[in-house]
């Protein structure tokens, strides 16, 4: 297989909206996951990338194909490492405040060196550090962009990580990072739930005052309907009725625990 060319799945979900994807169990197995979702949202003057996926191959060429000479935008959904590897490849980067700081510097992703997926050794070239962007800018709760035809409005959603943020566009579509998917779910520790439960109840709301009928996960199935937020936030709140489940996993420094619906990686 040429990974280069074949690495990146390119999906055409509407005129204006391309999903492109990876394969993050191909990096490391031990994640419980199997596709990152980036997406390309292309209004009349400019165009959004949200998230930069993990880096392992060059990814601004494809978004350029797609978007011919529009202006681009590029924004984190948070600074995890599967949502900016490939940031150094663009000149300015957004992302919300409260993860300004961290993304401003290289991040090291050495532990992915035990792996037993042998591309990873591709990160070698930059000694398994993530370079940062050239410009880092902070934003706010209500942040919005105009694309032309297309307007975009951030919101801070917590939990996931400190500075989550989704996204929410005047066509109807909700791009939501790791705030909330199927499959494995990572979530703070179990103290600090109230907080992303908290996230989930806005989602929620704002779906509903919006009009919002598609919404698109950082992670495995889209798009999804408002079901997966309410249905995310049952199960969270129903956590402790299966916490004598869990099982340590030494890997990922959590707890991990299941229901029918979700598997639950919970920071120890």
């Known amino acids: 297989m040429d990974e280069l060319n074949d690495w990146y799945e390119v999906i055409k979900q509407k005129d204006y909206l391309y999903v492109i994807r990876e394969r993050i169990d191909k990096i490391d197995p031990r994640l419980y996951t199997k596709y990152t979702n980036m997406y390309l949202i292309i209004g009349s003057k400019k165009a959004l990338l949200i998230d930069t996926g993990c880096g392992l191959f060059p990814l601004k060429p494809l978004v350029n194909q797609l978007i011919w000479n529009q202006e681009l935008i590029v924004i984190n959904t948070h600074s995890h490492f599967d949502h900016r590897g490939a940031n150094n490849e663009f000149p300015t980067v957004y992302i919300h405040e409260k993860e300004e700081k961290a993304l401003r510097i290289p991040m090291d992703v050495s532990w992915l060196k035990d792996s037993p997926e042998k591309r990873v050794k591709r990160f070698e070239i930059n000694n398994y550090k993530f370079l940062p962007s050239q410009n880092v800018v902070g934003v706010k709760e ?55 439960l908290d996230s989930l109840k806005k989602l929620i709301m704002i779906a509903q005052n919006n009009n919002i009928h598609e919404i698109y996960p950082a992670h495995e199935q889209f798009s999804v309907g408002i079901e997966l937020l309410e249905s995310l936030a049952v199960g969270i709140s129903n956590i402790d009725s299966i916490w004598h489940k869990g099982v340590k996993d030494p890997f990922l420094l959590s707890w991990i625990l299941e229901d029918e619906h979700f598997k639950y990686v919970i920071r120890l």
């Open 142 to 196: 209500g942040h919005e962009f105009d694309l032309g035809m297309i307007k975009v409005k951030t919101y801070h959603t917590p939990g996931h990580s400190e500075g989550s943020i989704s996204i929410v566009t005047n066509k109807g579509e909700l791009f939501m990072g790791d705030t909330a998917h199927y499959g494995a779910m990572y979530l703070p520790k179990r103290k600090e739930l109230p907080i992303i």
